[in-house]
């Protein structure tokens, strides 16, 4: 399997599952858990509707008014929003906004060709998203299931970790993101 990674060699990995399957908590999970071990961790959320701006503040103002890219800046924090395709893929934001991280882990995208670990809850679904696909490289369930990839409990982030490390991370070099 190739594992996808943009044009500056930080590997994506998406986190899938049916809503209510677990998918935030494994992700925060797994952020911690390679962050202790010493890897900068980047993360993207598929939101269906979202916004950071508020109506009548500033940056809603500037994007009013026309402006495609907006950034609002603080001491320690920058948020950019910008107009982009309704169909943008985690590859080309990777490429297009992350830098100075190790890997990025994707909540979502479940249709993309990425890398994926797919969570999995028996009373949520009874059935994988991803069976047979590809991109499927582990699932994390709270059942037995018969899966032709590793299959993790849900509550081992530390197993799961490991399995990360050795598959995407095991030529970085920890809390500097140069390639060994």
Not at 138 to 149: F, M, R
Request: charged share 25%.
């Amino acid at each position: 399997m190739i594992l996808d990674s943009n044009q500056d060699g930080i590997p994506v990995l998406a986190v899938v599952g049916y809503s209510g399957s677990g998918k935030t908590t494994l992700v925060v999970k797994l952020v911690e858990a390679l962050t202790q071990r010493g890897y900068r961790i980047g993360t993207i959320k598929h939101a269906h509707a979202f916004s950071v701006e508020r109506e009548g503040k500033d940056t809603w103002r500037h994007r009013k008014a026309g402006a495609d890219v907006s950034i609002a800046s603080t001491q320690g924090e920058v948020v950019i929003v910008r107009k982009v395709s309704p169909n943008i893929q985690p590859e080309e934001i990777v490429r297009s906004y992350v830098t100075g991280v190790d890997l990025v882990l994707v909540e979502g995208y479940k249709r993309s060709k990425i890398p994926k670990i797919e969570v999995h809850r028996h009373e949520v679904g009874e059935e994988l998203f991803c069976q047979g696909n590809e991109s499927l490289i582990a699932v994390a369930s709270d059942t037995e299931l018969s899966v032709e990839v590793p299959r993790f409990h849900l509550d081992d982030d530390q197993g799961i970790a490991d399995f990360i490390e050795q598959k995407f991370l095991n030529s970085k070099s920890r809390a500097s993101g140069q390639n060994v």
